[in-house]
C-alpha cells in the first residue's frame, strides 16, 4: 500500500499544476461562453438552457479526458524508460497507477459541467426545471461518460501497447499500422455487437433505467437525453468481463515484450 501510494502521490505531484489549471479554465469557459451566446441571440434562450446544451458537450468530450491523461503520463515516463520501468514496483502497480489517475481526472473534468449547471440553476429562476428531474438526468450522464471513458482509457493502452510493440522494428510507421489495427478491430467488435448471436444470447435480462426514477420525476421519452434508456444485464457483463480481459492482455504484453 505504501509503495501504491507513493507512486499515486508522485502522479500527482508532477500533474496537479495541469490538473488545477484545466479545471479553472473550464470553469471560466463554461460559465463565460453561455453569457456571450446570450448576447448573440439576442436574448431569445434562456440563459440556463443554454449552459445546459454547452455543458452537456462539455460532458460528452470528458469521455475521451481519461485515455488523453492516460497517454500523456505513460508517453511522459517511457521518454526515461530506464527510470520508469527500473523501479522495484510491479508492471500492474506501474500501469495500475496511471490508469486509476487518468481515471480519477475524468471523473473531476466531468464534475465541472455539472458544477456549472448546478451553479446557474441556484442564482437562476428556474420555474419549468425541477431540481429531482435535474438531477436524475445528471447522474444517468455521469455514470454513462464515466463507464465509457473507462472502457476507452483500456482499449486505449492496450494498443499503446501494441505500438511499443511495433515501433522496435517499424519506427515512426507503428502509429499508422497500429491506427489501421484500432479500426480493424473496431470494426469487427462492430459486427459482433450487431450479430445475431449477440442480440440472442448476450442482450438478456433488459431494465429499463427509468423505471427506477422516482414517480414524481416525469420524463418524456421522446427526450433526447433518455432515447435508450434499456440495458442488458448481459451485455453489462460481456462488456465489463471484455474490458477485463484486454486490460489484463496488454499489462501482459507489456510486461513481458516491452519491459525488458
Known sequence: MKQWNALLQKEWVQWRVQIIVLVFLMLTGLFMLPTFAKILVAGEVPVFEITMIISFVAAGACVFVPVIAFATMFNKDMKV??????????????????????????????LVPVAVVAIRYL????????????LFAGVLLISAVFVTSIRFMVYGFFFIVIDQLLKPFLKGFSLVIT?????ISARIYGEVTNSVFYDRFIKIGSFDLLEIKSSNIEISYDNFLFHNTVLYVGEIAFAVFFTIGVLYLAITLFEKKVRL
Open 81 to 110: 524508460p530506464d527510470l520508469w520501468l527500473h523501479s522495484p514496483a510491479s508492471t500492474s502497480k506501474l500501469i495500475g497507477v496511471k490508469l486509476f489517475m487518468a481515471a480519477v481526472i475524468g471523473f473531476v473534468y466531468l
Open 123 to 134: 442564482f437562476t429562476s428556474q420555474p419549468e426545471v425541477i431540481f429531482s428531474e435535474l
Open 179 to 183: 491506427l489501421i489495427l484500432f479500426v
